[in-house]
């Protein structure tokens, strides 16, 4: 038996005690938010309108390059934290490989995912300015999920605007969320004066995330003693999750193994942002080098085939502008893309380090990602959600080129959740009806040219 | 802050070599299974027709106290094991009790409970003995799912017959099980001679547990190479199961905790006897002393209302006849019980304990056990499944009865598994939909009356 445990566990002591800033060892800082009306750069004073007053300044901040996790937040971490670092013995061995596969395993709480992360920190910054509760949109529902639990942890209001899509056919991921004390409202609604006009101009509209933040925005924003929260996509969001490289890295460092390749699944950026960023910083300061690998579903190749450019973060057109990778603030993926990852656009930061080449993105098709997530099923033992499948799949790819070549690679993958309340993309598989809908060229310089003009 | 960690989790190294088998220090060992048309001691010939050859070893042994986890299963249990010791700092708090509340929790895996540790074991002998498959029944589905990733892993075929109402109303779990290449058939089916009968005599039956095990025995009996495996009641499965206890009492040895009382939730018995077993152990050999708390619902309360009796296994009345207390094998609990549990009898080696007085058992309705759940999901993060939460139900009421006399007891109770494919019977709850039907002395005597006669 080989001296590395199946799972390696950090020791309670061991878990990070400060969230590590990316931003602040990046040369070519991401571009700055601006006021969608001016084309201004936000200020702290615009953003609090809509955020909490510390994680604007978090979301500022690109120079300091630790912020210490308060206690508060760090006790709640201990409830489902450290996550797991797993060796993938048996995917190794059922793919022949001289690769060796480490994932961090993000799915092992009840919100299923990495999400969790980043809700218990906004909730926590929320309810200590004194909030009575917070708005968000989600999609899937891992997020909503997440924010649920935050929020009834420090007995906070929580406030959905679940895609209506989702809402109608996620019943359960539903009822997660009611468990945890929240409401949830299907979007487009009738509650918000966005909703109203995009029911009006679209009555059989089953909505989109763009909308549903919207919506939750201009609710936070009317409402007295509440803000808006969001998931993925901004620096804040990186900052938090960091901890889940964070702890990878401390993992791997106690058994002295240096990975070759980390490989995470890209929707807005939150998991690949958190998992890759101690080992970017070491990059991005030059002691060490690590191919890096953004996935993504071909049917939303916002990397592949976006434009690095301004663009609205929302369909509503009511939050800030970020320059970002984006196929256009319109785009909605295909209706029978079942695998998640539906964001138009990608974190400024990661965008950035795109596009001035410390990684690499590639896209993948469905089906394929689904035959990657049913085969670490079978071996690995843990069902995948269709979002850490795509991680999976060009996991497998890159195991199966040293099984060819015989390189002994590290290959480190984010696992970022479990798919539980994702069967019914697992029946379509199953049942041969997913098919691997890919955008035109023609298609794509649609909404590409709905990218806002600036001066 | 306290020296013990939110979470103990054992190193690999640390993980339990050999299962514990409770029997072996049993005065008053459980009473043999009994062939149902001579009323004798099943043979080793007998069972061996139903059953793989070591487990039948396994069941017949009453006297080795410790028997070796093969190898090949003690790498399969790396991948999701050890499951965390939880100290449940939060619920404590929320409480405001000097208790001092652990939980072992053996959610965190797909199969989302503890039924894994017995079927990777069933699954592996089966193996062994060079067969083709292996047959079950499942009510909820987490049997049938643990059974499934197992088989998935040995490349077994895995036929699981799936109670009617749960194969229609839990679609999700179906899903899962044939990501795991299971074949799943709703119960009864037009494939069993037994199923054919009970169809034509109750043409809009919706199936039982009882019902589906005689299916799956049927077809085990009837099919060249494939035989029968069974998720709870049987010795062999909480022999599996100790691995539990054992690494639970690890755990708490690694700290000097000793707890006060223990507590789990009791459907067939596998669980509680898993969790149990080494404390019991120390209790039978006279070197400790612990409080053992059975918790059961009121609808279906086999231990509180049943008889100590012989009684058949299935609905069928092919399985062998098990001395264990029973509500008869006729019994069903009302429809409206959503809380799992669902068995008429209990574990043999369970049911000689509480003869002897080594236990006490508890019925809680089900309204309340779902009060305890949402409780528990919303201070400790994870949303448990039905059946674990009759175990908080009790834990909860213990740690309430410290805070008011200042006892500070230590519990222990067993998490066995996650809800997140329990949602619909969550919604009864949060709709108020839910009532707590419980079976009148009239109606439980009607069921007793079918006990078979013993000369």
Redesign the interface.
């Known amino acids: 038996m080989s001296e590395i445990?199946?799972?390696i566990?950090l020791?309670?002591s061991e878990m990070p005690k400060a969230w590590y800033n990316l931003r602040a060892d990046m040369k070519n800082k991401p571009a700055p938010l601006l006021n969608p009306g001016t084309h201004q750069p936000m200020t702290a004073a615009e953003l609090g309108v809509v955020f909490c007053d510390e994680l604007v300044k978090q979301e500022l901040n690109d120079t300091d390059p630790y912020i210490e996790i308060p206690q508060e937040i760090r006790?709640?971490y201990?409830?489902?934290r450290p996550s797991p670092l797993?060796r993938a013995?048996?995917l190794e061995k059922k793919l022949n490989t001289p690769a060796k596969i480490y994932y961090k395993f993000e799915g092992?709480?009840?919100s299923?995912s990495h999400k969790l992360n980043s809700a218990i920190a906004q909730a926590y910054y929320a309810k200590k300015q004194g909030l009575k509760g917070v708005t968000t949109e989600t999609g899937a529902g891992q997020w909503g999920t997440a924010l649920s639990?935050a929020c009834?942890?420090f007995e906070l209001d929580c406030k959905v605007f679940m895609v209506k899509v989702s809402y109608e056919q996620k019943?359960?991921r539903r009822?997660?969320m009611?468990?945890?004390?929240a409401s949830v409202t299907p979007s487009p609604s009738m509650e918000t004066e966005i909703g109203k006009k995009i029911l009006a101009e679209h009555p059989g509209t089953t909505g989109s995330l763009g909308c549903a933040i919207s919506e939750a925005v201009e609710v936070a924003v009317g409402t007295e003693g509440y803000r808006y929260v969001l998931g993925s996509v901004l620096n804040q969001v990186l900052l938090h999750q960091s901890v889940i490289g964070l702890e990878a890295k401390a993992a791997l460092d106690k058994y002295g193994v240096k990975p070759d390749m980390i490989i995470g699944c890209a929707g807005g950026g939150s998991n690949l942002g958190g998992l890759i960023a101690p080992f970017m910083g070491e990059k991005l300061r030059g002691e060490a080098d690590y191919r890096i690998i953004a996935v993504e579903p071909a049917s939303c190749p916002s990397f592949t085939r976006g434009t690095f450019a301004y663009d609205f973060c929302d369909t509503g057109m009511v939050c800030p502008l970020a320059k970002m990778y984006t196929l256009g603030s319109g785009f909605i993926p295909a209706p029978n893309h079942a695998g998640g990852l539906r964001y138009h656009g990608m974190s400024s930061t990661l965008s950035q380090l795109y596009h001035d080449g410390y990684m690499e993105a590639v896209s993948v098709p469905q089906t394929a990602v689904f035959e990657a997530a049913?085969q670490f099923?079978?071996?690995?033992?843990?069902?995948p959600a269709p979002e850490s499948s795509h991680a999976i799949k060009v996991a497998i790819d890159e195991a199966k080129k040293c099984a060819e070549t015989g390189e002994e690679k590290t290959i480190l993958f984010g696992l970022t959740g479990?798919g539980?309340?994702d069967?019914?993309a697992?029946?379509k598989f199953?049942d041969g009806k997913m098919d691997d809908y890919i955008p035109t060229d023609e298609e794509l310089a649609q909404y590409a040219a709905t990218l806002p003009k600036m001066d």
Chains 1, 2 share one sequence.
Request: hydrophobic share 30%.
């Open positions: 445990p199946y799972k566990y020791e309670e006790d709640f201990k409830m489902y797993v013995y048996c092992n709480n009840t299923g639990m009834a942890y019943p359960f009822e997660v009611r468990t945890y004390g049913e099923a079978r071996t690995e033992g843990i069902l479990t539980y309340f069967m019914v697992y029946e199953h």
